[in-house]
Antibody
């Protein structure tokens, strides 16, 4: 059974840092690209960052570029998101999601349960 | 960046109703459009991918259509378990992808 389990969320002061983890199981981790997607309270879904299956390609939304770093450890089947210079607008539930490719694009076929990041003084 | 606009933002419907949700892209995205269902406190689940392909295990009352810039998600006969929020997502601008703002389907 495919599972993605996020951890590392919590309360952080503005300007602070936090590292999120996403532990994967039930599939060949190193074969899939992964994304972080967030959802602010009562709001829609927002792409945050993506990483290729081998970790070489990393991509960021403009809103987090220069502050967040995505990485993965394929030997530990774990995805990470290092978040720095956190702002109130970064407060959200953060999901990791697996990419599944099809002939016309791709979609997220599995998601974690999410981890809440609260940014407040 | 490609912008996705969903309408309506919310709707009230009764069990058995036919429901249609629209998603418009700011530029052509071919058929690189996915639909997700999200229930409160849960992660989204994919229903439709590539505009009109039904994900395995998803009930056939869900269908998707469209290409280019206009897409629709239709629920042919709304069931109690379908009350949720629905999100469209474009995967054309890989890996940058964007979601619509969501459509909340509520019980009338």
């Amino acid at each position: 059974e495919v599972q993605l389990v996020e951890s590392g969320g919590g309360l952080v002061h503005p300007g602070g840092s936090l590292r999120l983890s996403c532990a994967a199981s039930g599939f060949t981790f190193s074969s899939y690209a992964l994304h972080w997607v967030r959802q602010a309270p009562g709001k829609g879904l927002e792409y945050v960052s993506a990483i290729s299956s081998n970790g070489v390609g990393t991509y960021y939304a403009n809103s987090v570029k220069g502050r967040f770093t995505i990485s993965r450890d394929n030997s530990k089947n774990t995805l990470y998101l290092q978040m720095g210079s956190l702002r109130a607008e970064d407060m959200a539930v953060y999901y990791c999601a697996r990419v599944f490719g099809v002939s016309s694009g791709w979609y997220f076929d599995y998601w974690g349960q999410g981890t809440l990041v609260t940014v407040s003084s | 960046d490609i912008q996705m606009t969903q309408s309506p933002s919310s709707l009230s419907a009764s069990v058995g109703d036919r429901v249609t949700i629209t998603c418009r892209a700011s530029q052509s995205i071919s058929n690189y459009l996915n639909w997700y269902q999200q229930k409160p406190g849960k992660a989204p689940k994919v229903l439709i991918y590539a505009a009109s392909s039904l994900r395995s295990g998803v009930p056939s009352r869900f269908s998707g259509s469209g290409s280019g810039t206009e897409f629709t998600l239709t629920i042919s006969s709304l069931q109690p378990e379908d009350f949720a929020t629905y999100h469209c997502q474009q995967s054309y601008g890989t890996p940058l992808n964007t979601f619509g703002q969501g459509t909340k389907v509520e019980i009338k």
